[in-house]
């Protein structure tokens, strides 16, 4: 199983970036996909989550009104559609596939992770 995230970057405050995370060697459709952020010093933390279909979603309080998660069950893709970043969103962002029913929010509920995709926001 592979899980490679891309897109990531350096923008400044009030900017915007799309996330993509190409999946392989798993069936797709059948996973929950999460996204996770991990800022230096701190524990990785949830971003959002879709269900298999793209039916359900979840975010974290803090990204709330400005991140969007998707996905495209056809290109076994998932993106994070991040809008009006700070500077606190400055972290690591890892995509993550579950196979537990419904919108998982823990990382003790994700089996397979991607390498990680810089993003820095600037002040």
């Known amino acids: 199983v592979q899980l490679v995230e891309s897109g990531g970057g350096l923008v400044q405050a009030g900017g915007s970036l799309r996330l993509s995370c190409a999946a392989s060697g798993l069936t797709f459709s059948t996973y929950s996909m999460g996204w996770f952020r991990q800022a230096p010093g701190k524990e990785r933390e949830f971003v959002a989550v879709i269900n298999w279909n793209g039916g359900s979603t979840s975010y974290a309080d803090s990204v709330k009104g400005r991140f969007t998660i998707s996905r495209e069950n056809a290109k076994n893709t998932v993106y994070l559609q991040m809008n009006s970043l700070k500077p606190e969103d400055t972290a690591v962002f890892y995509c993550?596939?579950?196979?537990?029913?419904?919108?998982?929010?823990?990382?003790?509920?994700?089996?397979?992770w991607g390498q990680g995709t810089q993003v820095t926001v600037s002040s």
């Open positions: 993550a596939a579950s196979s537990r029913v419904g919108r998982p929010t823990s990382t003790l509920e994700y089996y397979y």
